[in-house]
Every structure is written in C-alpha cells, then in structure tokens.
Nanobody, 120 residues
Framework: QVQLVESGGGLVQAGGSLRLSCAASGRTFSSYAMGWFRQAPGKEREFVAAISHRGGSTEYAASVKGRFTISRDNPNDMVYLQMISLKPEDTAVYYC?????????????WGQGTQVTVSS
C-alpha cells in the first residue's frame, strides 16, 4: 500500500506558474507508475499527466501538453507537476495517483487533492 499527500496548490493569475508536489510513503515508490488528475466543479475527473516507474516515459493530456511537466524523484519518494502558462480553465482540484501498471485506466491509490485556482 502507498499513501499520497499533495501540496503546492493555490491561487495564481492567468499566465502564472505553480509546482505541485506529491509525497508518497509506504511500499517502494519505484514500484509505481504515477499520475496527476484533476476535477473541476461540475465536471468529471480527467487525466492530466503520467510518468512511468523510473521516469523514462511520460504522457500528457492534449490540453496541458507543452505547458505542464511531470517528473519524479524516486530516492525521495516524490512526484511533481510543474505548470506554466496557467489558464482559468486549469482551475480544479488536482490529485496524485499511483498504480503498479503503467498507463492504467484505474489507478489504485489516490491522494486527497490540492486546489488550484487560476484567476483571469
């Protein structure tokens, strides 16, 4: 089992940047592929980005490609989401997720989320 805690959310103006962090604890962090998802008010949760177990592969939603970067630090059990050129439509609760399978559609472990609000 792995526990996930997100941090780094906040209020930022359009065009600004934020870096989200996700701290993992429990089983060996490198056993898990990691993902970021988000859920805006009144909308379904959507995929944002994913990174493979050792960080060699990444995937992004089309809406964030070129603006968001996912990375991980396995020795320190951390995964990050660097967000630049933020837009009001990026406003959502952002969740970190972990699963032993790369590019799964059903992540097993989830954090509690961190709010990102982008003002226009």
């Amino acid at each position: 089992q792995v526990q996930l805690v997100e941090s780094g959310g906040g209020l930022v103006q359009a065009g600004g940047s934020l870096r989200l962090s996700c701290a993992a604890s429990g089983r060996t962090f490198s056993s898990y592929a990691m993902g970021w998802f988000r859920q805006a008010p009144g909308k379904e949760r959507e995929f944002v980005a994913a990174i493979s177990h050792r960080g060699g592969s990444t995937e992004y939603a089309a809406s964030v490609k070129g603006r968001f970067t996912i990375s991980r630090d396995n020795p320190n059990d951390m995964v990050y989401l660097q967000m630049i050129s933020l837009k009001p439509e990026d406003t959502a609760v952002y969740y970190c997720a972990a699963d032993s399978t790369w590019l799964t559609t059903q992540y097993q472990y989830w954090g509690q989320g961190t709010q990102v609000t982008v003002s226009s």
